[in-house]
Nanobody
């Protein structure tokens, strides 16, 4: 069955950085575009960033453009999200998803940005 296991979250100060990882199994990872989505406290799911199956192109929500970078390693069945210049409004539970959806499969990893 499909498994997506997110890791790398934690507490960061405003302006700081974190790198999230998502290990995938149970499907042919290299055949699927992948995305990151997030859910802030009291808010709905928000699609954040996506990457094509071969990593040839990436896409970002306006809220994170220029600060976040998505990448993938198909040999390791892993997708990453490098988050720089973090803001308090980036505080959320972050999920990786299949395709360009905001539908979570795993438990997510908590990112808290606070001074």
């Amino acid at each position: 069955q499909v498994q997506l296991v997110e890791s790398g979250g934690g507490l960061a100060q405003p302006g700081g950085s974190l790198r999230l990882s998502c290990a995938a199994s149970g499907f042919t990872f290299s055949s699927y575009a992948m995305s990151w989505a997030r859910q802030a406290p009291g808010k709905g799911l928000e699609w954040v960033s996506g990457i094509l199956s071969d990593g040839s192109d990436t896409y970002y929500a306006d809220s994170v453009k220029g600060r976040f970078t998505i990448s993938r390693d198909n040999a390791k069945n892993t997708v990453y999200l490098q988050m720089n210049s973090l803001k308090t409004e980036d505080t959320a539970l972050y999920y990786c998803t299949k395709g360009f959806t905001a539908t979570p499969w795993g438990q997510g990893t908590q990112v808290t940005v606070s001074s």
